[in-house]
């Protein structure tokens, strides 16, 4: 029997979910199609598979049915034949920031990061934030709650990261880190991180380093480069902005952020001037948006229509983005058919509409 009379036979209700095969997450058809919210027919991906288009699955058997099953790290090349992003034309720097803390920096440069190598771009994360929140969601591994706190430390200490490279002792390819997604790494932010400012201090062109050493050499082998920022002003930070090509700022949908925007717009332009460098690409997010509450919907309406940059799209506040955080998921992964990750798909096209793209889709260019 052919797989596609195979998969026709399985019950319809079979692909609603991944199914572990050998304890590992897999991914059937129909969630394959919900994770990229593409708008084919299932016979399609299952006739791409016939005729080699996209990996070889697992065949997955329940009862007398076979159904195929795709593992996570098999993603990336269905995803650049039937995703929804484009690509990316040369190499792209996206730094996100905002002074704000808790307004979804990390949840967002995790999602572009995410989502962008799962459509076959290649994706280098560089934390630079020493609460280390977007190492923490891209090494799940190191999340066991078993571990001793005397091997955490050693781990800890034994690891390399920005400071080893400033240092000299390795290169930045060296402390290069593997996640689940053959298309993402990511330079995790180890405790030296902490040092990197006070040693900077001292350097000429202390603003360029990151530029100069870090960001020019992985622009050689990224698509993209995604910077996840603290919430706090430091050379650090400055140095994440003259290596941006694009600054993605979210912007809580709250009274208090409102207040402070002015100072944060009047700051990012003097910083510019200060630079002396060409104004930084912008786009600002609205963040926490709440859709049942006034003032809410005030502000993101205001947001839209006076901040040039400002997205259609939004990250609602919601129980399942903070879930498929801390899954260590981007939302259309953790939740594929909810409201929530189809306004994150929207999002991110909204994001990469400010990169320079090939005019097509991914999904196109591979046709
Ligand atoms: N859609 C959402 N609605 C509400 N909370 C969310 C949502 N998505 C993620 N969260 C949670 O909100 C918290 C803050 O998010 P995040 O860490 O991305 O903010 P941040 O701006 O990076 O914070 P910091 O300034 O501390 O770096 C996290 O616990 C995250 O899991
Ligand atoms: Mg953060």
């Not at 704000?100 to 990061?113: M, P």
């Not at 390795?170 to 790494?185: A, E, G, R, S």
Request: with cysteine; net charge neutral; aromatic share 6%.
């Amino acid at each position: 029997m052919r797989g596609k009379n195979r998969d026709q036979l399985a019950p319809q209700n079979i692909d609603a979910e991944a199914l572990p095969v050998q304890n590992q997450e897999t991914f059937s058809i129909q969630k394959i199609i919900n994770v990229f919210g593409a708008d084919i027919h299932r016979d399609t991906l299952a006739k791409a598979e016939r005729l080699g288009q996209v990996p070889q699955p697992q065949w997955k058997q329940t009862g007398s049915l076979k159904a195929r099953r795709w593992t996570v790290d098999q993603l990336p090349a269905i995803g650049e034949r039937f995703g929804f992003l484009p690509k990316l034309d040369g190499s792209q720097v996206i730094c996100v920031f905002s002074m704000k803390g808790g307004v979804l920096k990390t949840t967002l440069s995790f999602n572009i990061a995410r989502l962008a190598a799962l459509h076959n771009l290649k994706v280098c994360v560089v934390g630079l934030d020493t609460q280390g929140d977007i190492t923490k969601a891209l090494s799940p591994e190191q999340e066991n709650e078993d571990t001793d706190l005397a091997t955490v430390a050693t781990t800890a200490r034994a690891e390399s990261g920005l400071f080893d490279v400033l240092r000299g002792n390795v290169n930045v390819f060296d402390v290069l880190c593997d996640t689940d997604l053959p298309t993402l790494k990511f330079i995790r932010e180890t405790p030296g991180l902490a040092k990197v400012d006070m040693e900077l201090v001292s350097r000429p062109h202390r603003e360029w380093w990151l530029k100069k050493n870090v960001i020019d050499p992985l622009k050689t082998r990224f698509d993209l480069v995604v910077l996840d920022c603290a919430p706090s002003w430091s050379t650090l930070i400055s140095n994440a902005l003259v290596a941006a090509d694009l600054l993605v700022s979210p912007m809580e949908t709250k009274i208090s952020h409102f207040r402070n925007l002015d100072d944060f717009m009047a700051f990012l332009g003097d910083f510019e001037r200060m630079m002396e460098i060409q104004p930084i690409k912008k786009v600002f997010v609205p963040t926490k948006y709440q859709s049942g509450r006034k003032l809410s919907s005030e502000i993101r309406s205001w947001y839209v229509q006076n901040i040039k940059g400002c997205t259609a799209g939004v990250i609602r506040e919601a129980m399942v983005g903070e879930e498929a955080m801390s899954a260590c998921k981007s939302l259309p992964e953790h939740a594929p058919t909810s409201s929530a990750a189809s306004e994150m798909r929207d999002l991110m096209l909204d994001i990469f509409r400010a990169l320079p793209t090939q005019t097509k889709t991914a999904a196109e260019v591979a046709a």
